[in-house]
């Protein structure tokens, strides 16, 4: 073979293994995922702003043309199609037909979650994301370096429970808002926790009542208590008559912070221990350990971080949001809650997963 053949095989035989070794190299990583998360305010923005604006009450009534959806919300021309086919492409609005002809209407969805007239409306906390707390993450830099709260405090105000509590109206809005974000792991909770061993339950910080209402629909052997600062008993018991559950659930008025909790069989906390620091956790584990039987349990619900904190983004993203309510408030995993009950004595603990990033704490007495 001709010299040049030769080398001609051997240029061949580089290339032919370059090629082998370029189609087993790791692909280079796609920026889209960067984008997407560094853009999710621009989606965030419209869904709030579109329940803030009743939207998805107004299309309940009927479906309606971008011309007389627009007129209805009172929106300038300029921006109703674009608003409205992006909520199109989130899928939170279906559209029958193009153009001036093509008619919105609410997404199965945003039916029953999103529509104010629905009784399983979540719009509530949606609304306080948007008046409060999309102006307030925008502080995030300044609360990582300095530890302090970026809510109205920051800016001379009262805080904001102390503000609720001295304002019935407002109270009962943000009651409702919370209700509306708890309900989906309340009833799940009922429907997975096996509360055939007891015969009491105390929800503390009970609110509406409603994890009380919850239970009770679901066991019918169960007694509850709905415990709460005095402003909010009223409220309770609107609620609990208005399930017919009077008569197996009261309600008890305190601080949890200053007096003995109600004694039960079971101690519950909806989103509770959060709240606060981990002085005053420790305050509300052993207070619950001291109402407790043998035998006894405390569930704390919440969106419980996983232990090794690499996969539940929502559970570390309240966590920051309690930086930014409170300043030394944090969130927490099972396995904390595990070291904080025993050091109080509690002798036995699970994790039960509940909904989407919710799972509750149980500790056994």
Known sequence: MPESGRLSGIALGYDSQHVNIMSTATPEPHHGPILQTAFSFWSSKVLLTAVEMD?????????????????????????????FDALVAMKFLEREGDGDSGRYSNSPAAALYLDRKSARYI???????????????????????TGKPQNEVKHGMKGIFEELYEDPPKLEQFIGAMTGLSRINFEAFAEKFDFSKFKTLCDIGGASGLLCIEAAKKHPHLRCISFDLPQVEGIAQRHISAAGLSNRIQTACGDFFKDPLPKADLITMGMILHDWNLEKKMHLIRAAYDALPPGGAFVAIEAL??????????????????LIEFGDAFDYSGADFRKWCGEVGFQRFEVLHLDGPSSAAIAYK
């Open 305 to 322: 971080i996983d232990d090794a904190r690499r996969e539940n983004l929502f559970g570390l993203l309240m966590s920051l949001n309690m």
């Open 123 to 145: 719009g509530g906390i949606l609304i306080m994301l948007n008046d409060r707390l999309f102006k307030f993450w925008h502080d995030l830099p300044e609360a990582l370096r």
């Open 55 to 83: 939207l998805f009450t107004e299309l309940g009534k009927r479906p309606m043309t971008a011309e007389e959806l627009g007129a209805a919300l009172k929106l300038h021309s300029r921006g109703t199609w674009d608003f």
